[in-house]
Nanobody
Framework: QVQLVESGGGLVQVGSSLKLSCTVS????????MGWHRQSPAKGRELVAM????????LYADSVKGRFTISKEVSNNTVYLQMNNLQPEDTAVYYC???????????????WGQGTQVTVSS
């Protein structure tokens, strides 16, 4: 049974940092791409960052380039999203997802986590 469990969200001030974690089970991180999406009422759903199956490549939305970093730790079955210099527009529910790269980019990954709220206060 595939499971993705996010953690690490919260309420922070502008300019702060947060590190989100996504612990997975039921599949191997080395076999799939992993992504972080976010959803807010203002912007809808957006693919924020994605890392390929081998961990050798990552891509980012323009809005987070230089501030967010996606990584994964295969030994711990965990994917991370390090978020620095957070801004109010980063406020959203962040979802971890697993799938193949093209499906992830298309917004149709195979499985989603339950989401974790990130709120950035000015």
């Amino acid at each position: 049974q595939v499971q993705l469990v996010e953690s690490g969200g919260g309420l922070v001030q502008v300019g702060s940092s947060l590190k989100l974690s996504c612990t997975v089970s039921g599949f191997t991180l080395e076999d799939y791409a992993m992504g972080w999406h976010r959803q807010s009422p203002a912007k809808g759903r957006e693919l924020v960052a994605m890392i390929n199956y081998s961990g050798s490549r990552a891509l980012y939305a323009d809005s987070v380039k230089g501030r967010f970093t996606i990584s994964k730790e295969v030994s711990n079955n965990t994917v991370y999203l390090q978020m620095n210099n957070l801004q109010p527009e980063d406020t959203a529910v962040y979802y971890c997802a697993v799938g193949h790269g093209p499906d992830m980019v298309a917004g149709s990954p195979h499985f989603w986590g339950q989401g974790t709220q990130v709120t950035v206060s000015s």
